[in-house]
């Protein structure tokens, strides 16, 4: 089974910078060249659905099948249930099989209000920084049953991470779901992504590869700066904050049993502006990981 992943398109004009179109046409076309199942994109994919139907024209009515992972910006501007609707999604979280394989798309999009949790939607979220991040109770509910369900070996994606010490507030919670339905039947989980950090890192964790994505489009610098031309700051509002990609990031994935290919790309960075031109460092974040222009290639095989 083979699949393109590429995850934080951030599509926003003109709000911030990335290829829109054209670069969902590049990563069709290797899509096509390389002969995948289905393309996904994990999250991040655009900040408001119901204003860009000309991306979800050409992403969702691709002949190779297409789906989505909703991440915290998908509904920033679009109440989440008119995107998940757009996305054609069957729910906000579900599971398909293909070739051998069952692949589980998680939702972590909810902030803790009390006792109670509240899906991201039109930005709600911004004002629950220290409370984001979570999966209810009945989406690890469902998780479980859904692995244990599957006479598969899954895959798992979600924008925010699963491995990562700064990721989702319960991981701990589905990491021993997934680590108990691997004591029961080995290699139940071989793969878990997540987008979100725009960071490139593969660990193995409990027999289970874990993969960082990059992100597609562009980084957030904390920092203002003013690297671009006055023409492109003057177009884009945000770009005092970005450093962008020329081209989008992706990886193409194949599984052959529990042998994990990884293909990665890189890119020239727009205009030749580094990480260090807008940070005055090398954008190591808050695991050590730091930015590159690129998903690196790996292989793996689970024993």
């Not at 930005?123 to 991040?133: G, M, P, S, V, Y």
């Not at 989980?189 to 997540?194: A, P, Q, R």
């Not at 890192?201 to 993969?211: A, D, F, H, I, Q």
Request: charged letters at 25%; a negative charge; aromatic letters at 12%.
């Amino acid at each position: 089974m083979k699949f393109l992943i590429f995850s934080d398109f951030h599509y926003e004009p003109p709000r911030f910078l990335c290829t829109g179109v054209e670069g969902i046409r590049h990563m069709q076309r290797r899509a096509e060249e390389e002969g995948c199942d289905f393309i996904m994109q994990a999250g991040d994919f655009c900040h408001s659905a119901k204003d860009v139907p000309e991306l979800l024209e050409a992403y969702n009515n691709f002949h190779i099948p297409s789906y989505h992972v909703l991440g915290n910006h998908d509904a920033e501007f679009t109440p989440y249930e008119k995107t998940v609707a757009l996305y054609g999604m069957p729910n906000e979280y579900y599971h398909f099989d293909v070739g051998g394989y069952r692949m589980i798309i998680l939702n972590p999009n909810y902030y803790r209000d009390g006792s109670s949790f509240v899906h991201f939607s039109m930005a709600n979220w911004l004002q629950h920084n220290t409370e984001r991040d979570w999966f209810p109770k009945e989406q690890l509910d469902w998780l479980e049953k859904t692995i244990a369900d599957s006479p598969y070996p899954c895959v798992i994606v979600s924008h925010q991470s699963l491995e990562r010490v700064d990721g989702v507030k319960n991981r701990q919670a589905a990491l021993d779901i997934i680590n108990a339905a691997n004591k029961r039947k080995k290699h139940s989980v071989i793969l878990c992504i997540n987008g979100h950090y725009h960071r490139d890192n593969l660990r193995v964790m409990e027999g289970v590869c874990y993969l960082d994505l990059n992100g597609a489009s562009s980084d957030w610098i904390e920092k203002r700066h003013h690297c671009y031309p006055d023409e492109l700051h003057e177009k884009v509002t945000k770009l005092h904050h970005l450093i962008v990609n020329e081209s989008p990031l992706y990886a193409v994935i194949e599984l052959t049993g529990t042998t994990i290919d990884i293909k990665g790309s890189e890119t020239e960075m727009l205009c030749g502006v580094t990480y260090r031109d807008v940070a005055g460092s090398d954008g190591y974040d808050r695991c050590g990981r730091p930015w590159k222009p690129r998903i690196d290639s790996n292989k793996i095989t689970l024993e």
